[in-house]
């Protein structure tokens, strides 16, 4: 292989990605400088944040400029390394991947990805990478749900929302999901053990939580913004914890998102909003994975990946989490696992 | 003294407090029953709160009902007494004294008001009282001022938001104060040791915050609401917090009261945004009074109170706290200290 493939932004997109708004060149693959490896790209991590990073929002990393390849996280296999650290056929997280067939990377970006014996590759790219990382750090250390709580999460059938509402199942809080279709709810209190799931698209989602929440609501784990956001919002105990961690009903709106009508409900019922972006946790990841690791070890923690095939097929791939047509983390393969 | 006075709330005011919205009563005083202790109050507070607790807007305590004593904190002196706890002549805080010039409590709902050389009662009343203990917690358990931090108080001369400030800058931050008027500005900058003060009445407070605030706010203690909190909110740094307090601006506007323009500046910038009522924290009293104590003794701590005398003046006084007409804690003197 002496050429790479990688979707570059052309247009911030207005609405839905359009395929327009981004472009896949192939050029030649560049020679390895002192210290660097050349990864070949396996799995591609498809989040909502793609969509902030291809708009010029105000946002917390920098937009993806015009002409750069897309931002994305990935793991993959060192095909040619001029680093002592990295040696050809190590599975590892290049740092940022891009959307890109390969990655050039300093080895001292690039991180190993552990080999553990039932555990597939996979599981590093959702449950135990950040995915997880974000619901346990929002969940367990933001949200703080509390024996006999009542936790609310948005997205709940999605790769965040299912682990952390089982992670507030763990500490014994009463946990109602919000999601989108009959099979994702049923899935919710199926086999993952949610007290209660809302289908927001053929339920009013404020009178079924007047009726699952019928003591209110203490945490809020919120993924989905908008009215969905606010029908939770406006049901909040005193005390309640809001852990804003995404509002994807917005993303694709343009513009400034509304937030909850009644913010003056945050004094008046003494509630902690907080938002939180897990790149600010990763230091401190061990701390969650030494729970969800033998959670996911034993099969205690539920998970599932949504595969999409092939590097061209990026565009409509992310669109997917838009309109809520996959089933668990959403990721891209490459090229196949070693 | 066979008789008492006291405001019955008889309306809901639309916008401002009107004179008919409450009306004075007079009334034999009732007998005591075993363990009750009649105070002939000295000190009513009158607090931005009180707004709140005229309406029926959903709010942190029941609001007061119609026909019923409006609702008070206050400071007074034992006249008669049926429990061995207290004697005539004893300083009391009755509870919530309620505006009224006596109030019958209950010995258990009674606390004494300690005797302290060179402080005076009114200290007891602000700094050392709910309004020192709102800006103590708010100030230092939720906004955690760090050295070389930037904060912004809104309301800044106000009694809270006076000592907020102050606190602020004993931890080493960086404080601009938002307040209405010059005389006010230059009490902050000059006296209490502001870095900084904005005239909100003169001044365009987002231009003013450009200039005063360059590397953005980490901190904002937020009294007032509306268009002030909004210029605030949106210079807001990542992992800033947000104290919420109240929101002064809204309280007469009737209503559902605007939050900040972009919500999502939380998650982006990962604030926290936290509401808080003091009566949450006055188990806890003695953490803050620890710092404020020995603070108002050596004089290092600067507090004001402005008194208006007389009961029947209590719906003119308090809608000073509306127009800014004040000039520190404000304060109705209802009878003479002892």
Redesign the interface.
Known sequence: MTTLKRWVLKHRPQGEIAPGDLELVEEPIADLADGEVLVRNVYLSLDPTNRIWMSD????LPPVQIGETMRGGGIGVVERSRSDSFKQGDVVNPGLAGWSTHTIAAAGAVSPVPAIPGVPLTAFMSVLGATGLTAWFGMIDIGKPQAGETVVVSAAAGAVGSIAGQLAKLRGARVIGIAGGKAKCDWLTGELGFDGAIDYKSENVGAALDRLCPNGIDVNFENV?GEIMDAVFSRMN??GRMV????IS?YNAGG??????????????????????II?YLPRASEALAELGPLVASGALKWKVHVEDGLENAVAAVGRLFTGDHDGKLLLRISPEP
Chains 1, 2 share one sequence.
């Open positions: 929002q105000d946002q917390y913004g005193n005390f804003l961690c995404g509002m917005t400034i998102p509304a937030g909850p009508t009644d913010f003056s409900r945050i004094l008046m019922h003494r509630l902690t909003v907080k938002g939180f972006i600010d």
